[in-house]
């Protein structure tokens, strides 16, 4: 149980494109989700923490006009990456809370490739 | 503020010896603290974790941790491994039981030697 499941797994857009990754909990609600990014070599760094049915709250230093989170339903969140730009090539993760697992699971990552 | 410390960025082991993966926290309560392993290019996957009680916490794949409360340590270990625990591995601290809000280190990279 208390499955993630992230989407697309990698993707490839041009700069200035927009990009949309989902983060769906298969088999349970989810009220909380958290996006990180991770760096080559590097530790994952918490973006924004997207609550259900209101706005998501962004780390210190991270653009909420070009993370744009959305959290409409208990299974699903989204992150969108506006007006993307080489240096926002990144692996992005996200995690939920599941009840009574103490919101430990990820999703599998999404590798995005700005050129 | 709570922090991770892992000191060894890249470890080396032979199959089937024994490995020990440092992690040291900065909390300054209770601390929740998790394991966690990744394989390239993937998401996370939990190893292990404690809240309380037993400081010896059994994970999957064999992996064991032991929280040690006066040298603020949660080590994992593991008595054989095997070429398929190549990895990153993570260690954390989480704020209470809102575990997806965690503070990582900086992970080990463990590679094994056939």
């Known amino acids: 149980g208390a499955v993630v499941s992230q989407h697309p797994s990698w993707v490839i857009c041009k700069s200035g494109t927009s990009v949309k990754i989902e983060c769906r909990s298969l088999d349970f609600q989810a009220t909380t989700m958290f996006w990180y990014r991770q760096f080559p070599k590097k530790s994952l760094m918490l973006m924004a923490t997207?609550?259900?049915?209101?706005?998501?709250?962004?780390e210190q230093g991270v653009e909420k006009d070009k993370f744009l989170i959305n959290h409409a339903s208990l299974t699903l969140s989204t992150l969108t990456v506006t007006s993307a730009h080489p240096e926002d090539s990144s692996f992005y993760i996200c995690?939920?809370?599941?009840?009574?697992?103490?919101?430990?699971?990820f999703g599998s990552g999404t590798r995005l490739t700005v050129v | 503020a709570q922090s991770v410390t892992q000191p060894d960025i890249h470890i080396t082991v032979s199959e089937g010896a024994s490995l020990e993966l440092r992690c040291n926290y900065s909390?300054?309560?209770?601390?929740?603290l998790f394991w966690y392993v990744q394989s390239p290019g993937q998401g996370l996957q939990l190893l292990l974790k404690y809240f309380s009680g037993d400081t010896l916490v059994q994970g999957i794949k064999g992996f064991e941790a032991e929280f040690k409360r006066s040298q603020s340590s949660f080590n994992l270990r593991k008595p054989s491994v095997h070429w398929s625990d190549a990895a990153e591995y993570f260690c954390?601290?989480?704020?209470?039981?809102?575990?997806?809000?965690?503070?990582f280190g900086d992970g080990t990279t463990l590679t094994v030697k056939p």
């Open positions: 909390y300054g309560a209770t601390p929740y």
């Open positions: 954390a601290v989480g704020a209470g039981t809102n575990a997806g809000k965690s503070t």
């Open positions: 995690s939920a809370r599941a009840e009574g697992h103490y919101g430990y699971t």
């Open positions: 997207s609550n259900e049915g209101s706005k998501a709250t962004y």
